[in-house]
């Protein structure tokens, strides 16, 4: 029965979270920790962590991370297996359908309906994120830091969670 919970988990998230990365994030943290507490919020923001330092979308990440928490290999496969099943159906039915309603003005609406709600959806998971991670001074210092890296003086992304670390070491273990 778990199992079969933990499938349908990740099947509505992998159904219902449009605009990937960050976006899902809000709907990754009320499944697995509101709706069925299977992880704490601490827990959440390192697999957000692990999931972003790995290769492969967040979703599939966390998917297989807590799967296996839960299940163990079996929990592990049903997780991801849940998370991607409708987008690659979703996504090999577009790539056949795509080109041939590309052009029409509902299409461009919908498209232009849901861009705003993928950035809002950013936002929300950000806010609920900032919440658990920015526990003192240091870590906002941290925070600042590599959001000003990446934003305004264009850091590699590996290179701003490379500087994190650093700081993190230099903050926490030094001072």
């Not at 899902?24 to 919020?41: D, F, G, K, Y």
Request: proline share 3%; with cysteine.
């Amino acid at each position: 029965m778990l199992l079969f919970k933990l499938f349908f988990a990740f099947f509505k998230i992998g159904a219902f979270s449009f605009g990937g990365g960050y976006a899902v994030l809000a709907m990754i943290q009320r499944e697995i920790i509101t709706s069925n507490r299977w992880i704490t919020p601490a827990d959440f923001v390192n697999i957000v962590a692990i999931a972003e330092m790995t290769p492969g979308p967040i979703a599939v990440n966390a998917s297989t991370y807590v799967g296996f928490k839960i299940g163990s290999y079996a929990g592990s496969a049903l997780a991801t297996l849940g998370v991607i099943l409708v987008p690659v159906a979703v996504t090999l039915l577009a790539s056949v359908y795509f080109n041939r309603f590309k052009s029409l003005k509902q299409v461009n609406w919908i498209l232009k309906g849901i861009r705003p709600a993928v950035l809002g959806l950013i936002a929300a998971a950000c806010i609920d994120i900032g919440k658990i991670s920015f526990t003192d001074l240091k870590s906002v210092f941290i925070g600042l830091a590599v959001f000003s890296g990446v934003y305004k003086f264009k850091l590699h992304p590996i290179l701003a969670i490379v500087l994190a670390g650093f700081l993190g070491i230099l903050m926490y273990g030094l001072l």
